[in-house]
């Protein structure tokens, strides 16, 4: 058997709590407001939602892990997570997100560590629509923490399954970016010492990476029965500590999505218990209705328009 057989037979599927399934059964109230125009469309909802706490109490809890990874583990863990993406994107709208790859080399697994996720529990997805929407959407709109991360996927799949069918995603292009020096030195470092170097030199010189996925997907509209499709732009972004993706920015969507799609994220969410009420701060993740300081790069929240 091929390598590329031997780890696509072992990509896992995220397992979704009860929970999450009950936004399935809520899509249906907003699929009106998001296939047309709506008579009386609501009021949109707070957007800062915020996930479940991570366990953040106690000294021993570390979310990036506690053991430090050489460079050949980092290199294939990042490996890893290109093939992944690679390989399940195209049948996300059949299979679901995949995030894991079982690692245990046998038909049996009997433990959790034999699934390694290519995500960071804290991984945090952006999305800057073109045109800012009115209050109280912010300007830049994110979800912060696997869970958010994993119940937004699942909206966007099967609202765009009840809404479509035929839903195919193709890849136009894949770029892997890495450092932007080979010294990984700072030259605005004041006063650098010889251990500075060496530090920096040992884990930011080899150890930034981020991929550039460029996609298309496309569906016939179940009522009007016309062709629909949006080019998405999307940048991954790995953990030069774990080889996790800890950023996902949706660099852009054409045709931009619908205010009226977040609105039905947040209520979907909420729904759930994922989402927090205006003007609370979550502890596992949050998504700010104030405005963040400048991004450095484009950001994302889903794929749909």
């Known amino acids: 058997m091929s390598l590329r057989a031997t780890v696509a037979s072992r990509l896992v599927r995220p397992a979704l709590s009860p929970r999450c399934h009950a936004v399935i059964r809520h899509l249906s109230r907003h699929y009106a407001s998001l ?17 479940e706490p991570q366990r ?34 195209p049948t996300f709208f059949s299979t679901g997100l995949i995030s894991s790859v079982d690692t245990s080399g046998s038909n049996s697994r009997t433990k959790e560590e034999d699934e390694i996720s290519i995500y960071s529990p804290n991984i945090r997805l952006e999305y800057r629509p073109p045109t800012q929407f009115p209050p109280p959407f912010p300007r830049t709109l994110h979800v912060e923490g696997l869970p958010l991360y994993l119940a937004s996927s699942a909206f966007v799949r099967h609202t765009l399954n009840a809404l479509y069918t035929d839903l195919r995603v193709e890849l136009r292009r894949v770029r892997v970016h890495g450092p932007r020096s080979s010294s990984g030195l700072r030259p605005d470092t004041p006063e650098a010492t010889p251990e500075t170097h060496q530090q920096q030199g040992k884990t930011r010189s080899i150890r930034e990476k981020s991929l550039f996925i460029g996609l298309v ?89």
């Open 35 to 51: 296939d047309g125009p709506a008579t009386s469309p609501p009021a949109p909802p707070s957007v800062r939602m915020s996930a």
């Open 56 to 89: 953040t109490a106690g000294p021993s809890s570390k979310p990036e892990g506690p053991r430090e990874l050489s460079d050949q583990e980092w290199e294939i863990r990042t490996g890893r997570a290109i093939y992944v993406l690679q390989q399940t994107l």
């Open 217 to 305: 997907v496309r569906g016939t509209n179940r009522v009007s029965k016309a062709e629909g499709g949006w080019e998405v732009n999307s940048t991954y972004t790995f953990s030069p500590t774990t080889g996790l993706i800890h950023l996902h920015n949706i660099d852009s969507i054409h045709p931009a999505p619908h205010e009226a799609f977040f609105s039905a994220l947040q209520a979907a969410l909420n729904k759930i218990g994922l989402g927090g009420p205006q003007g609370e701060t979550g502890a596992g993740g949050v998504a700010r209705s104030s405005a963040p300081s400048p991004p450095q790069r484009s950001p994302s929240v889903a794929d749909r328009s």
